[in-house]
Every structure is written in C-alpha cells, then in structure tokens.
C-alpha cells in the first residue's frame, strides 16, 4: 500500500475523486494540483487501496483524462453524492404525486349533498340548530382542506386571532350543508356539568340532563368548543376521549354509560394562543398551554385573516351597493395596515375583520367615518392605539374635519 499517494489525497492540492458508481472494482482517480506550476498529478488506486498510476499530467492531457472517464462512467465522488441525494429528494415528490388523493372524501347520503368550496359533502337533517346562512360569506380556497377534513370526520382545531373567521367558517359549512350545530364557549361559565350532563331533580324525580358533548354525539350534531385554550384540565380529560375516530364518551356519572357518536356528528374546537399562535398568548389573558399529546390529536388549522382583496369583496358582499368598489378597497387597506402595524408591534391590537364589519355598517349611518370608529374602534383601544389608527384612517380618507 503507497502511504504517500494516501496522504496525497487527503492533501489539500486535491481537486477530485472520480469513482464508478456501479463497479467498484472500476477503483479510483484521484486528481490534485502538481508541486509544478501548470501540471496536475492524477492517481489511480485499486480497490484493495494500492496505487498503481501515478503521473504528472498538462491541462489538455487532463482534459482528455476527464473526457476518458466521463465515458468509462466515472463520476466526481461529492457530485455523485449530490446527484444521488437530489434524486432521493425528487423520488419521494414523484411517489407522493402519484399517490396523493384528488378526489374529495367519499360521501354517503341518503339525504342529499351539497358543494362546499370543491368538496362535495352530505347534507344534515335540519332543524332549528342550523346556522342561518351568511350569503356575504366568502370560502377561500384556503378552507378546502378543513371541508375535506370534515367529510373524513377528522377532529379540527382552527387558531388564529380573534375575528379571522374561526367559529363562522365552521357555522357557514353546516349552513350550507343542513346540519345542527351545538356551541360551547370554554371562557366563560362553562362547568364539566354543563359539558357533560348532571343530575337535577324535576317533579319530584331525579333525572339525567346531557351536557352538549353527549348530546351533540348522541344527535349527530356538530360541537364547536370555542376558545379551547381556556377550558378547564377535567373538560379537556373527557375531550380526549372522543378525540379518537369512533372515539367513545363513558358517562361515569350516569353509572358508566357508554355514548357512541352519531356519524353525523363531529367536533371541533378554536383557539386564539396555541400551537403557532402561543407568541401572542400575552393578548390573550388566561389563555393556557396546550400540551403536545392534546394538539396531535386534532388537525390544527391557522386561519388567518382574509386578504385585502377578499376582505373588500366581503364588504361589498355584506353592504351591496352601499359600499363602492373604491370604498371597499379604502377599508379592507384600513384593515391590512392595522395589522401590519400590529404584527410590528406598533399596534397593541388586532384588527378583526368583525371590526371592520361593524365599523362600516356604522358609517353608512352616521356617514362619517370618525365618528363611526369611536364605538366600532376607539373606546376598545388604548389612547396610544387609538391615536395610530386614526392617523391611518386619515391617510386613507379626507376626513370631514
Ligand atoms: N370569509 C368570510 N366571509 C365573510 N365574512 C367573514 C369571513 N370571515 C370572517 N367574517 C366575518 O367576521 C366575523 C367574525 O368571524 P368569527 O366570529 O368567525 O371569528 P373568530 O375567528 O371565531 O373570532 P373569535 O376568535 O373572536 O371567536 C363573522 O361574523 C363574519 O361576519
Ligand atoms: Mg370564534
């Protein structure tokens, strides 16, 4: 074995290894620079590691060498690598496009379906808790996911800030579809007793009363627990349960009774400060952590706020030709540079698009804008939010005074 032509390539005067991919008895060349100005030193080495080339070749010679190579199947070692790393990387895009599911889910209605974005869902059966539907609502193409995740009865988490859109995108498939929907706000008074049934006395006779969760399963209804982040540890505990698909609810309480869902039914949850949105929990007071186990077992979904362009098309949608074309573009940019400023941090607050809703239905009444923004916007910010906002507004709009 030729120590030297070992220490030579490792030397740093290397410029490349060439090796057949396919032979390895093919061994290898290396190429490094010559201690000979202009000159280059090629070796070839054998398999069992002895060097039996070794020569000091020009320019043109090692040209040749290379083209030589080239056409035997040598390959430049680091290339090789590359080229085998890329055609890796590029495989399992290929595999994945050629498995990926283009269909939407398989729908099983006796009832009828209806389209929701590019989904093609099963109706409900009716009833009082349907949503009234919101004809100024706009389906980004955003959602089509979460409508398919519907249709395969998968459990969604949507977290985003507050007024992106959450509750609503939920409230306005079921509209569209025919289905019944339960709400169940976790910020507010909400008990497990409330969520998951209790006993009370009523004529004399004790008697079970379902909380929304069981009953939501046993009708086939759609729950939506709003501001998750917010309920308490033994809501989340029966929660998990019937996160599993077919997940069943054990009412210990009733003596074990078992719930088994409903197909119809499916659950849902929103959120201001989890997962990706836990760097704003500071707006969100009392909002808790999630913890890792709880958030796998949900599709988490980040919605966030409408474009400028979709949000001034929802604004001409809500008011119709009250507001203009001009107008709507004017808000919705209102709107967007609130936001920047707030994801700058110039601004404490967030701008909803219920906000921008309610600020304009209050200037087609009083048809100033400032005086519209102080109930709508003012008086919910601080003097120094206030203040940025306006000097926003007035960018955009010549204000009357
Ligand atoms: N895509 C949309 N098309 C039309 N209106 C929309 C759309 N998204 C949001 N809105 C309007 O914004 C309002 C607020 O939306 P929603 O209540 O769903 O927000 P949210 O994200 O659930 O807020 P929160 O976190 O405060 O509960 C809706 O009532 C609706 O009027
Ligand atoms: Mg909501």
């Given at each position: ?110 009832i009828g379906t209806a389209r929701v974005g590019c989904v093609v869902m099963a109706l409900g059966t ?53 289905q019944g929907v339960l709400r169940s706000n976790m910020n507010g008074q909400t008990t497990v007793g ?208």
């Amino acid at each position: 074995m030729n120590v030297r032509a070992d220490n030579q390539v490792q030397d740093r005067s290397l410029i490349g290894i060439y090796h057949h991919p396919t032979d390895v008895s093919a061994g290898r060349w290396s190429v490094s620079c010559s201690e000979r100005p202009h000159l280059y030193r090629i070796q070839h080495r054998r398999t069992n590691g002895d060097t039996h080339i070794d020569t000091v070749v020009d320019l043109d010679n090692l040209e040749a060498k290379l083209q030589k190579w080239h056409r035997e199947g040598f390959v430049h070692q680091e290339r090789a690598k590359d080229n085998a790393e890329l055609a890796d990387r590029s495989t399992f895009m290929n595999d994945l496009r050629a498995s990926a599911t283009t269909d939407p889910a398989i729908v099983d209605s006796s009832i009828g379906t209806a389209r929701v974005g590019c989904v093609v869902m099963a109706l409900g059966t009716g009833g009082p808790l349907v949503p009234p539907m919101n004809p100024a609502y706009l389906f980004a193409t955003r959602s089509d996911n979460v409508f398919l995740d519907i249709a395969e009865n998968r459990r969604i988490l949507l977290i985003g800030h507050t007024g992106t859109g959450k509750t609503s995108l939920i409230e306005q498939v079921a509209a569209h579809t025919n289905q019944g929907v339960l709400r169940s706000n976790m910020n507010g008074q909400t008990t497990v007793g409330d969520f998951v049934g209790f006993w009370t006395v009523k004529g004399g006779e004790t008697i079970w009363v379902d909380g929304v969760l069981p009953t939501a399963m046993r009708e086939g209804l759609w729950l939506i627990v709003d501001e998750i982040d917010f309920a308490e540890p033994a809501i989340l505990a029966v929660l998990t349960a019937v996160l599993e698909p077919g997940g069943r609810l054990l009412l210990k309480e009733k003596g074990n009774e078992i719930v088994a869902p409903h197909p119809s039914f499916r659950l849902f949850a929103t959120a201001n400060a989890v997962g990706s949105m836990g760097q704003y929990r500071h707006l969100y007071q009392g909002a808790n952590l999630m913890n890792e186990a709880f958030l796998d077992r949900w599709r988490v979904y980040h919605i966030d706020y409408l474009s400028r362009d979709d949000e001034a098309q929802v604004l001409q949608r809500t008011f119709g030709a009250r507001v203009s074309t001009a107008m709507a573009q004017t808000l919705a940019s209102i709107a967007a540079e609130c936001r920047e400023a707030f994801t700058r941090e110039d601004l404490g607050s967030a701008f909803s698009t219920r906000r921008l809703l309610d600020w304009t239905e209050l200037m087609l009444r009083t048809r100033d804008p400032e005086t519209a923004a102080g109930p709508t916007i003012y008086s919910k910010v601080s003097a120094e939010d206030a203040a940025f906002i306006r000097s926003i507004i007035q960018h955009h709009i010549a204000l009357d005074r």
